[in-house]
T-cell receptor, first 110, second 113 residues
């Protein structure tokens, strides 16, 4: 089983709609969680950190469920520019090893 | 700051040749990471350094791969000899500390024919 698993998608989303997807992690000792965004043929960039209490950044909401070992990302009022691959990232308590999931591809269409 | 700088951006080489990828991290960042990305395996951490010292190289595929960080502003990833299955995009990233945002370079797209 992979350490960090994501549904690869693609999620085809009408512009203006809401889309949500999850990421599961296998190591219960994981300490920190992040969502990165990667555009086609570009480098990954940090979208947002995920806090235990859940957090929002504009149209983006991230949630963490430690009991079930998953994190989620919800995008409201989707824009065409939200089309990208969203990478779930997990950091273990020891060291600084960032483990990436395979990514979830989101396609927002007019 | 110019961000993480990688060179070359593209590399095409023949099987059996030596390949050297280069990375200049963001000044002041203590951590440097080398990742490899393929369609099949996604982003895999190969090795990371803290203050120029290799901390975890468990992701390095085999002895053909080696990485060095002779100083705080430069790192290399070498593949010798290269094989077609090494074809991938290799990213270098740097960060200021544990759990801090990792800033990625634009990557080196390696094709081994």
């Amino acid at each position: 089983r992979k350490e960090v698993e994501q549904d690869p998608g693609p999620f085809n989303v009408p512009e203006g709609a809401t889309v949500a997807f999850n990421c599961t992690y296998s190591n219960s000792a994981s300490q920190s969680f992040f969502w990165y965004r990667q555009d086609c043929r570009k480098e990954p960039k940090l979208l947002m950190s995920v806090y235990s209490s859940g957090n929002e950044d504009g149209r983006f909401t991230a949630q963490l469920n430690r009991a079930s070992q998953y994190i989620s990302l919800l995008i409201r009022d989707s824009k065409l520019s939200d089309s990208a691959t969203y990478l779930c990232v997990v950091l273990k308590a020891a060291g600084n090893k960032l483990t990436f999931g395979g990514g979830t591809r989101v396609l927002v269409k007019p | 700051d110019a961000g993480v700088i990688q060179s070359p951006r593209h590399e095409v080489t023949e099987m059996g040749q030596e390949v050297t990828l280069r990375c200049k991290p963001i000044s002041g960042h203590d951590y440097l990471f080398w990742y490899r990305q393929t369609m099949m395996r996604g982003l895999e951490l190969l090795i990371y350094f803290n203050n120029n010292v290799p901390i975890d190289d468990s992701g390095m595929p085999e002895d053909r791969f080696s990485a060095k960080m002779p100083n705080a502003s430069f790192s290399t990833l070498k593949i010798q000899p290269s094989e077609p299955r090494d074809s991938a995009v290799y990213f270098c990233a740097s960060s200021t500390g544990q759990g801090a945002e990792a800033f990625f370079g634009q990557g080196t797209r390696l094709t081994v024919v």
